[in-house]
């Protein structure tokens, strides 16, 4: 039976009804609805509002609900949603009794219950996800302080740095990351049950008493925002869209470092498949499919955007498009974040070609201009200096390690200790200033992430 049917005389049509129906996706609201269901009925029962002993045998009767529910014994079907069910249930159980337990609500402020809730759970396991992954980069990081590797920009070899200072910086990412998730729980977080349609209710609610039950921070101020306002779906979503496009850069990295021109590291068995027709190949599907994935997440969010965009005060029901998006982008942010850090704790990272890399690319000409600065040449001659250096080596096949002290001297003023200048070791160690890659510096940096992993939730 419809909850709305009594001012109908005829059936509604059946694929209009398949249409406006919500249950195939929404039934996954089930523990939430059940769970917001029984702080609304003990608040009824306290309050006065329905009998004690209804409000103790609808709890009961929930309680039963849940545990089939969860047990296999009870199909979620034939209803409109998951609100709807439940309460059909309820009162296919216990009779008239059953009809008492949305007394002070509708499905407005109860739909947005709901969503809070699971959203709330959802934010968590997010969290707890993310700090996986930092903990991993970080022990990862702390492993290679001294495995040195070329810093690129434009994609192209930049400086000497470290793989730990590379690897810290999608750290510090992932750690605003969960910043955000933090946030939007916060906002998650605010109890819109006893808002009514949109106009709150003439029953001697006790909207504390039921924010206490559920964990709710506070309540909502405004019965209109609190069952129009889907900000909260649009926070998580936008979290999860941003951290999904830090998942697609480390990716994208992966998928270039893993080729043969790179060899920088090397996927593991369990994170790569192979070709059909290709003997030779070992592909990082796990990488595309993260960095792929990131346009769906993306999708969920403009999706949500969309929706809200033109709707006027108060509920609509284009609202209903919102569990699609959320279970969609939670369900994709969490698989890959699973499969993301374990790929990493199996990757294995080729110290001796980054270092070959390093060394080959040109990485230490800002030290050779540096080296002339110390000797009172301006900066801006320097680098004109060492540019000219550069094209040298290019057109005689010479590194800048490989060259003799002679040629270096055919275009400045240098001695012996250019070679101690450019060694990479060396000039990593120089950049001490707070945010560099020289081991004291990098040190700094995971001391300060470990204190923030111990915050996050």
Same mark, same amino acid.
């Given at each position: 039976m419809k909850l709305w049917s009594g001012r109908f005389e005829g059936e509604i049509d059946k694929a209009a009804d398949s249409f406006n129906s919500s249950l195939a996706f929404d039934k996954r609201l089930y523990k939430c609805d059940i769970e917001g269901s029984k702080a609304h009925c003990a608040m009824l029962g306290k309050c006065g509002i329905i009998p004690r002993g209804d409000a103790d045998l609808i709890i009961k009767t929930l309680d039963e609900i849940l545990a089939d529910i969860d047990g296999g014994r009870l199909e979620i079907a034939d209803a409109e949603d998951i609100h709807s069910f439940v309460e059909n249930e309820l009162v296919s159980r216990i009779g008239p009794a +059953? @009809? @008492?337990?949305?007394? +002070?609500?509708?499905?407005?402020?109860?739909? #947005?219950?709901?969503t809070r809730l699971y959203l709330r759970g959802a934010a968590d396991d997010i969290l707890g996800l993310i700090k996986a992954l930092v903990v991993r980069l970080t022990d990862i990081s702390e492993a290679n302080l001294d495995t040195v590797m070329p810093a690129f920009t434009h994609l192209q070899k930049a400086q000497p740095t470290t793989l730990a200072h590379h690897f810290m910086a999608y750290a510090e990412m992932f750690a605003r990351d969960a910043e955000r998730f933090a946030q939007a729980r916060t906002r998650i977080n605010v109890m819109p049950l006893g808002s009514g349609a949109c106009t709150s209710t003439a029953y001697p609610i006790d909207r504390g008493m039921v924010a206490r039950q559920l964990g709710f921070d506070e309540i909502t #101020?405004? !019965?209109?925002?609190?069952? !129009? /306002?889907? /900000?909260?779906?649009?926070?998580f979503l936008s979290a999860a869209a941003i951290a999904m496009m830090h998942l697609s850069r480390f990716s994208e990295e992966i998928i270039i470092w893993s080729s043969d021109e790179y060899r920088y590291v090397e996927l593991s068995d369990k994170f790569s498949t192979g070709s059909s027709i290709m003997p030779q190949k070992k592909n990082p599907d796990m990488n595309e499919l993260l960095r792929g994935k990131t346009g769906r997440v993306y999708g969920d969010l403009m999706s949500m955007l969309t929706v809200m965009k033109g709707l006027?005060?108060?509920? /609509? @029901?284009?609202m209903q498009e919102d569990k699609e998006c959320v279970f969609d982008a939670y369900d994709t942010l969490r698989a890959c974040l699973n499969v993301f850090t374990a790929l990493l704790g199996d990757m294995k990272i080729n110290k001796d070609v980054l270092r070959r890399s390093t060394d080959g690319g040109f990485t230490s000409a800002t030290e050779c201009a540096d080296y002339l600065v110390r000797r009172g040449v301006p900066f801006r001659d320097a680098h004109g200096v060492i540019g000219r250096l550069v094209i040298h080596c290019i057109k005689h096949g010479k590194t800048l390690q490989s060259l003799t002290l002679d040629e270096y001297r055919r275009f400045g003023d240098f001695d012996e200790d250019i070679f101690d200048a450019i060694k990479a070791e060396n000039a990593i160690a120089q950049r001490k200033a707070p945010g560099g890659p020289s081991p004291d510096a990098m040190r700094a940096e995971i001391a300060a992430m470990r204190d923030k992993i111990k915050s996050m939730l």
């Open positions: +059953g @009809k @008492k337990l949305h007394t +002070g609500r509708s499905r407005n402020d109860q739909v #947005a219950l709901d #101020a405004n !019965s209109m925002d609190a069952v !129009s /306002d889907r /900000d909260f779906v649009i926070d006027p005060l108060a509920y /609509d @029901k284009d």
